[in-house]
C-alpha cells in the first residue's frame, strides 16, 4: 500500500504522469548518443548506439532512484515515523518496490526498441535478474546509509543526490568500460557498478567476455554493505522519532 500510494503521489497532478517513466530515459539516451557517439565517435560494442546508452540509463536509473528516493524516504514521512510506532525499514523498502515498477515500464520499452532494431537477446539473457539484483543491492544499501543519516543531518540528501549525479560520469552507462583509458582503469574500476552494469549490458547483448575482477569487486560490495547497511539502520533506528 506505502508503494503505491509512493507511484500515486509522485505522479499526481503531472500532465505526462506516468510518460515521464519512459521520457526520461528516452530523453537522456538521445543525448548521450548524440554526445557520446556523433560527436565523441565512441564505440558501443558492435551495438547500435541508442539501444546501449538506454539500457545503461535504465539500469542506472534504478540504482540512482533507489539512492535518492530511499535516502528521502523517512524524512518525507515525519508523521508517521513521529507518531506511529512500526518498522521504519518498511518505509524504504515500499520506495524500492516503487522503484522497480518505474523500471519495469523501462525495461518493456527496451525490449520494443530490441524488437523494432532485431537485437535479439541470447541465453546470458537468464541471468538479468541477477545483475538486476546486484544494482539494487548496491543501491538499497547506499540509500539506507543515508536515509538514516538525513534524519539527523539533512545535508546528508543533498549531498547524496550530487554524490550520485557525479557517479553517472565515471559509469559505464553512456560509454564502454574498454573505452576507459588503461591509466585510468584502476580508479575507473573502484566504482562497484561498473561490473553490475556491465553485466546487466552483458546479459542484453552478449557484449564482450564480462571482465572477472570487476564483476567480483561489484558482487563483494553487495553482499558487504547489504548487512552492514541493515546493521547501521537499525541502531539509528532507535533515536528517529527523538530527532525528525
Same mark, same amino acid.
Not at 515515523?81 to 523498502?93: A, E, M, Q
Not at 543515508?146 to 534524519?151: D, N, R
Given at each position: @500500500?506505502?508503494?503505491?500510494?509512493?507511484?500515486?503521489?509522485?505522479?499526481?497532478?503531472?500532465?505526462? =504522469?506516468?510518460?515521464?517513466?519512459?521520457?526520461?530515459?528516452?530523453?537522456?539516451?538521445?543525448?548521450?548518443?548524440?554526445? !557520446?557517439?556523433?560527436?565523441?565517435?565512441?564505440?558501443?560494442? =558492435?551495438?547500435?548506439?541508442?539501444? &546501449?546508452? !538506454?539500457? %545503461?540509463?535504465?539500469? !542506472? $536509473?534504478?540504482?540512482?532512484?533507489?539512492?535518492?528516493? /530511499?535516502?528521502?524516504?523517512?524524512? %518525507?514521512?515525519?508523521?508517521?515515523?513521529?507518531?506511529?510506532?512500526?518498522?521504519?525499514?518498511?518505509?524504504?523498502?515500499?520506495?524500492?518496490?516503487?522503484?522497480?515498477?518505474?523500471?519495469? /515500464? %523501462?525495461?518493456?520499452?527496451?525490449?520494443?526498441? @530490441?524488437?523494432?532494431?532485431?537485437?535479439?537477446? =541470447?541465453?546470458?539473457?537468464?541471468?538479468?535478474?541477477?545483475?538486476?539484483?546486484?544494482?539494487?543491492?548496491?543501491?538499497?544499501?547506499?540509500?539506507?546509509?543515508?536515509?538514516?543519516?538525513?534524519?539527523?543531518?539533512?545535508?546528508?540528501?543533498? /549531498?547524496?543526490?550530487?554524490?550520485?549525479? @557525479?557517479?553517472?560520469?565515471?559509469?559505464?552507462?553512456?560509454?564502454?568500460?574498454?573505452?576507459?583509458?588503461?591509466?585510468?582503469?584502476?580508479?575507473?574500476?573502484?566504482? +562497484?557498478?561498473?561490473?553490475?552494469? $556491465?553485466? !546487466?549490458?552483458?546479459?542484453? &547483448? =552478449?557484449?564482450? +567476455?564480462?571482465?572477472? %575482477? +570487476?564483476?567480483?569487486?561489484?558482487?563483494?560490495?553487495? /553482499?558487504?554493505? @547489504?548487512?552492514?547497511?541493515?546493521?547501521?539502520?537499525?541502531?539509528?533506528?532507535?533515536?528517529?522519532?527523538?530527532?525528525?
Amino acid at each position: @500500500m506505502l508503494a503505491v500510494r509512493d507511484l500515486k503521489l509522485r505522479y499526481r497532478q503531472t500532465a505526462l =504522469g506516468v510518460t515521464w517513466v519512459v521520457l526520461g530515459p528516452l530523453l537522456s539516451a538521445g543525448i548521450f548518443t548524440f554526445v !557520446f557517439s556523433r560527436v565523441a565517435k565512441l564505440q558501443s560494442e =558492435g551495438i547500435p548506439y541508442f539501444l &546501449f546508452a !538506454f539500457s %545503461g540509463t535504465i539500469a !542506472f $536509473g534504478v540504482f540512482n532512484n533507489l539512492v535518492t528516493r /530511499v535516502s528521502s524516504s523517512l524524512t %518525507g514521512n515525519v508523521p508517521l515515523v513521529s507518531k506511529v510506532y512500526f518498522h521504519r525499514l518498511v518505509l524504504p523498502l515500499a520506495t524500492a518496490l516503487s522503484t522497480l515498477v518505474d523500471f519495469g /515500464v %523501462g525495461a518493456a520499452l527496451l525490449a520494443i526498441v @530490441m524488437v523494432q532494431d532485431r537485437s535479439a537477446p =541470447g541465453l546470458a539473457l537468464l541471468t538479468l535478474p541477477l545483475w538486476l539484483l546486484l544494482i539494487v543491492t548496491i543501491g538499497l544499501a547506499a540509500g539506507l546509509v543515508a536515509g538514516a543519516a538525513t534524519v539527523r543531518y539533512r545535508d546528508v540528501g543533498v /549531498v547524496a543526490q550530487l554524490l550520485v549525479q @557525479m557517479l553517472l560520469y565515471v559509469s559505464p552507462v553512456a560509454y564502454s568500460a574498454s573505452a576507459v583509458p588503461r591509466s585510468a582503469k584502476l580508479f575507473f574500476e573502484l566504482n +562497484p557498478l561498473v561490473g553490475a552494469l $556491465g553485466g !546487466f549490458r552483458w546479459a542484453l &547483448f =552478449g557484449t564482450r +567476455p564480462l571482465q572477472a %575482477g +570487476p564483476v567480483a569487486y561489484s558482487a563483494v560490495v553487495g /553482499v558487504v554493505s @547489504m548487512p552492514l547497511s541493515l546493521y547501521l539502520f537499525r541502531r539509528i533506528e532507535r533515536v528517529f522519532a527523538d530527532v525528525i
